[in-house]
């Protein structure tokens, strides 16, 4: 589980068929190793071997590749990390799993203050699932929505996010790993199940 806390910024080192090598930094290889979880923009992925040097390996399934913009990655494109959460940890951001439902497209990035608006449009089967001032994970990141109309939802960037993510990388009609809310998912199952029920 994670928390949508990015804590380092990687880089894609190279991409052999479902194979991916990423480089990072030295302070975030030290707690990983053979078997660790990790998100990569927002994916939960499963170290393959034992890092080496600066970098690590992960295989992606046919399913993850389908669900994700990582198809659209190339060598050298930078990626948002974040590491398992741990039993002690401070819970700061809000549940994610690492389990992608979709991407969504950038639409537009508006400087507003000392932050930036983005918006982005989702599948619409997505949007039942996205409220105003909810939680989103978008490429991993823990954001609120501020607003919610149609296909599109915006989310608020604050400074320290805007330069330690890989947010400020992205161009309209970029692509992006959505993650619902998950208490929105359970919360659809229930009432579904409870209306069978009577």
Known sequence: ????????????????????????????IKSLKKGSSISVNGVCLTLKNSPSGRK??????????????FSDLKKGDSVNLEPAMKTDSRFEGHIVQ??????????????????????????KPLTRYIAEKG??????????????????????????????????????????NIEVDILAKYLEKLVKNVKKTH
């Open 1 to 28: 589980m994670f928390t949508g806390i990015v804590s380092h910024i990687g880089k894609v080192e190279g991409i052999e068929g479902a194979k991916f090598t990423f480089s990072v930094p030295a302070s975030f």
């Open 135 to 176: 939680s989103i994970a978008v490429n991993g990141i823990s954001l609120t929505v501020i607003s919610a109309r149609g296909n599109q939802f915006t989310v608020g960037i604050i400074p320290y996010t805007w330069e330690n993510t890989m947010l400020k990388r992205l161009k309209a009609g970029d692509k992006v």
């Open 56 to 69: 690590f390996n992960v295989d992606l399934m046919p399913e993850t590749q389908k669900r994700t913009s």
């Open 98 to 123: 690492g389990h992608i439902d979709g991407t969504a497209k950038l639409g537009s990035v508006k400087k507003q203050g000392n932050s930036y608006i983005m918006t982005f449009a989702v599948p």
